[in-house]
């Protein structure tokens, strides 16, 4: 099982732009803002922790100390309880800016069951939101 995952940026001010971006995308989905690291905390990064129930599993950040490329384009999904979820999530992530890249639905090809969305973010990473449960 995967603990926590992260996007690396190149610079500070991308990662206040992602922030705004997945803690709109990803509410529907019951993820909150739960941590923030500034450059005043002197750890040598500054970023943003996201996640459920207090624990922060999807990290955006980036080193303070030396220049670093941002993480190439990714793909990245996450869970939803149900599919009204799903479809929360696609409408919130296009408002908060991603573009369309599959509107929400059944995806058989994956599985019975599976009914996904995906957007592309504001930095170019395939987003989607899925659920594994039957209409």
């Known amino acids: 099982m995967i603990d926590h995952v992260g996007l690396r940026t190149s610079d500070a001010a991308d990662v206040q732009r992602l922030k705004k971006f997945y803690v709109e995308a990803l509410k ?3 993820y909150a803002l739960l941590r923030e690291f500034t450059a005043e905390d002197k750890i040598g990064y ?19 100390d030396a220049p670093m490329a941002a993480s ?7 869970a939803a309880k149900d599919r009204a979820s799903v479809d929360a999530f696609f409408h919130a992530a ?16 994956y599985h019975a069951g599976y009914y ?11 987003l989607e939101a ?3 449960r039957p209409a």
């Open 72 to 78: 190439g384009p990714m793909h990245l999904a996450f």
């Open 28 to 30: 529907p989905l019951g």
């Open 94 to 109: 296009i408002a908060a800016g991603a573009k369309d890249n599959g509107a929400p639905g059944p995806r058989p090809q």
């Open 46 to 64: 500054v970023g943003v922790g996201l996640g459920l129930d207090g624990k922060p599993d999807f990290w955006i950040g980036t080193t303070t």
């Open 116 to 126: 996904g969305a995906f957007v592309i973010d504001p930095a170019g990473n395939n």
């Open 130 to 132: 899925c659920c594994h």
